[in-house]
């Protein structure tokens, strides 16, 4: 794995792509993915339907100096993928602590993007974290094994707004020291 830096946020390299920051150019990829409805009902945050404006807004938020969470693409285009296979995402917390979360374009479910993903941002702990949360809602079992066979151990259930459901979500939240 190697890290480049783009501004305050590095370029991390994992075996099929790289994460990269959002910029203004994922603007319709983006926009694609995220207004799928089957990717908006697995997060707390993207609304179904997409409104007007939300994708800029996001990336918006992604590029602010002064923002809490960091956001990567996941992008293949150098290795012979698509461009945008998905976000991942660190928000930063109290006392050394991030929470990751993370969506994959549907048509890059089940051949491990998340999972190397995931393993890649934890390699490089760009937060410098000691303790990093995830939260997964319970009807999707896909990503808690992401997070297990990443090395997170369950904490509980709880549960979580979700935004394209309109609902609260039974979700499982997980954990994991880094060393």
Known sequence: MTLDTVSDQPVITAERFALRPVCAADAGPLRLYAGDERVARYTRSIPHPMPPGAIEGFIERALDPDRTEDVWVME??????????????????????????????????????????VAALLAANPHAARTIFAEVFQDNPGSARVLTNAGFEYIGDAEAYSVARQAKVATWTYLRKMV
């Open 76 to 117: 293949g285009t150098g290795q012979g993928l698509s461009g945008v296979l998905g976000v991942i995402a660190l928000d930063r917390m109290e006392r050394a602590q991030s929470e990751i979360g993370y969506w994959v374009a549907p048509a890059m479910w089940g051949t491990g993007i998340a999972s190397e993903a």
